[in-house]
């Protein structure tokens, strides 16, 4: 049975009658409504498609996606069709000296079902399919002038700006909490990669911040997102390390569903799926952010008496 309290102890506990609690019809309908939120969240958990290039090898979670060999063959695609705003986000976690190119990503009406073979390259391969738009990153040179981005052609995003030309896109801006790409709100918490833990992680960790690392390094964060624009059309973004790169492909019908594509490419050899919560987050994330807003670093979590594992999950994420 619930009951109240009937006066508050010495340590300030709530006195009787001062808190309303729920009855159990109440209770039942707010745990019915809690899992029905968290099944949702479900839902959204991103992975790659099983259909993919010749050599690449996926975790058991289908959220980490590795190159075994060569340099081609490294097509991958996400595991259902993206809603309009939502954000397909990996990081680079591994790469392979020896190689010319780094990691394409972008868009593609093809069901990967539907594939008689995944092409070997992303560029031109996939594109010169059709229906795909894809980006090749670079390690600079990434943002896109207003008047390069295609009209949803090709391969709108080959076209490049010069580093110095600023992004005219006006409706790209930033708040504490969120990346606007005009009406489209993106957490920022997970969009900008982290260093490995170690003794000047602090100090890259505020590189990473500003963007000064080359978005080809390690930990760096690429995502790809389509924003509608008008009707039945969207243009296709790239956000690297937190900052919107502008529109790389414009006119994208939208009638087909619309999957992302991550082609892990030359001196790439291994990235992860970021999942990025566009509701409450979890109890998970806030314990997390709670922990990390109370230490001068990441190292510092050496010195408290947490479990390791909580160590591990607060010094990475």
């Not at 097509?75 to 394409?104: A, M, N, Q, T, Y």
């Not at 911040?209 to 080359?214: C, D, E, R, V, W």
């Amino acid at each position: 049975p619930i009951t109240r309290r009937s006066q508050a102890s010495e340590d300030g506990a709530l006195k009787a009658g001062s808190v309303s609690l729920p009855n159990l019809s109440q209770l039942c309908y707010l745990i019915a409504a809690v899992i029905t939120v968290m099944a949702a969240v479900e839902d959204r958990f991103m992975q790659f498609h099983p259909v993919h290039g010749l050599n690449v090898r996926l975790d058991h979670t289908e959220t980490q996606a590795t190159r075994v060999e060569s340099f081609a063959n490294g097509v991958c695609f996400s595991k259902h069709p993206l809603v309009p705003g939502e954000i397909f986000l990996v990081e680079i976690e591994d790469k392979e000296l020896g190689w010319c190119g780094h990691l394409r990503i972008g868009l593609t009406a093809h069901d990967p079902r539907s594939l008689e073979a995944v092409p070997e390259y992303s560029l031109p391969d996939l594109v010169d399919m059709g229906s795909s738009w894809v980006f090749a990153i670079t390690r600079n040179h990434n943002k896109i002038a207003e008047e390069g981005a295609g009209a949803g052609g090709e391969a709108g995003g080959r076209v490049l700006a010069e580093e110095r030309v600023v992004s005219r896109n006006t409706g790209t801006f930033f708040t504490k909490s969120h990346l606007h790409i005009d009406s489209i709100r993106i957490p920022r918490d997970k969009l900008v990669g982290r260093s490995r833990p170690g003794r000047f992680s602090h100090i890259l960790d505020d590189l990473y911040k500003t963007n000064a690392l080359p978005p080809t390094a390690r930990r760096s964060r690429i995502g790809v997102l389509f924003v509608p624009k008008g009707q039945g059309a969207a243009d296709m973004h790239i956000v690297i390390n937190g900052e919107d790169m502008g529109a790389c492909a414009k006119g994208i019908p939208t009638q087909q569903p619309l999957y992302a594509v991550v082609d892990v490419f030359a001196a790439t050899k291994c990235v992860r799926i970021v999942q990025v919560e566009y509701g409450f987050s979890s109890l998970q994330t806030l314990c997390r952010k709670t922990i990390q807003k109370h230490i001068v670093h990441r190292m510092a979590l050496d010195w408290l008496e947490l479990p390791e594992i909580l160590k591990h999950y607060c010094k990475y994420e």
